[in-house]
């Protein structure tokens, strides 16, 4: 029988999974800056990881900005599926109901748009991005991902990033479904990271061996992204 027919999925496995991931990316975790820099720049009291609040370069907006490529796409949760694939042992397919059937999170975390604005303290659910990943078991060899949107976006995140207990699959902000132009109905967050590593309207997760650029990384935007060095453009 096909990987992907099987749901839910031997809860066993899952956890020894998530057990192997913990374990083989804990010191690079540990050891990306916005965890390990000694001396972060930015404003204001410490943020849930130990960074100042505000990032430097950054101010604080009660709105919500849409920033995308300018192609909302006609998704709705009974034509939306995710895809987990690439370098991993179980790829797989879900569809909605087998996506909420999967551990739901609920966490608060900021949101820093490498334009300068950072919006505070969203209330998030959705799926760890480190559930998914125990689920698909990346291979040995895999160390990034690159994030497919349903817009034609893509951005590479390393799994020392993605893996953090923040980085989220979210389907419901403030208690209600996402809005079509943040991205719904499932998005990714990246709270450590700007967030143009987080891919609005998400379709594809792929597990790579090696690094490669998605759309800003190739025009002249960070490849690393880490809020508080300022770290925007390369
Ligand atoms: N699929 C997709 N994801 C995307 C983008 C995009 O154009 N397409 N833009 C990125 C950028 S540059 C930012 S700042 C955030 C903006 O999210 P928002 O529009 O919900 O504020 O989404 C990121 N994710
Ligand atoms: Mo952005």
Known sequence: MPEEAQHPPKLDRIVDARMALKRRFEAKMQATPALSDAEPRGAGPANRHGMPKLPPGQHITKGWPVLDLGIVPELDTANWTLTVDGACRHPLTLNWKEFLQLEQTDDTSDFHCV????????????????????????????????????????????????????????????????????????????????????????????????????????????????????????
Not at 186 to 212: C, N
């Open 115 to 234: 334009t300068t604005w950072s919006k505070m303290d969203v209330p998030w659910k959705g799926v760890r991005f480190a559930d998914l990943a125990a689920l698909a078991e990346p291979l040995e060899a895999a160390e990034h991902v690159m994030c497919h949107g349903y817009d034609g976006y893509t951005t590479n995140v390393p799994l020392a990033e993605a893996l953090k207990p923040d980085v989220l699959l979210v389907h419901t902000a403030y208690g209600q479904p996402l809005p079509p132009e943040h991205g719904g109905p499932v998005r990714m967050i990246t709270p450590q990271l700007y967030a143009w590593k987080g891919s609005k309207w998400i379709k594809r997760i792929e597990f790579l061996t090696a690094d490669h650029p998605g759309f800003w990384e190739q025009r002249g935007y960070s490849n690393s992204a880490h809020p508080w060095r300022e770290d925007r453009y390369s």
